[in-house]
């Protein structure tokens, strides 16, 4: 439910929003990432937050740094929230850490 504050109500209190973008690296071709990207999207959307799609083979540090780990999913900050196989659990598991925090509001 929403409660037109900008969060969603949740057991007698309210999830806000700490930040509304996500960023997924993936690369072309990767079936691993379209799997984890198809996943992510549907939790994200369900919870309005952007998955920034990023291709790391069009910035060569981001290839250097990713190019054997991708799928990964970033905060907004660039921390890792997820990698590799990243199922449902995992793609809920990052965006709830990655772009929501439980608060109460009174």
Do not use: M
Request: aromatic share 4%.
């Amino acid at each position: 439910d929403d409660d037109g504050g900008g969060g969603r109500s949740h057991r007698g209190g309210t999830l806000v929003l700490i930040s509304r973008r996500l960023s997924f690296l993936t690369r072309e071709g990767c079936g691993l990432c379209s799997e984890a990207l198809s996943r992510l999207e549907g939790v994200a959307r369900w919870l309005t937050v952007d998955v920034e799609i990023i291709d790391i083979n069009t910035n060569p540090d981001l290839e250097a740094e990713y190019h054997l780990r991708i799928p990964v999913v970033l905060d907004a900050n660039g921390r890792v929230l997820a990698e590799g196989q990243i199922s449902r659990r995992n793609a809920i598991a990052a965006v709830w850490r990655g772009a929501i925090y439980p608060k109460v509001r009174r």
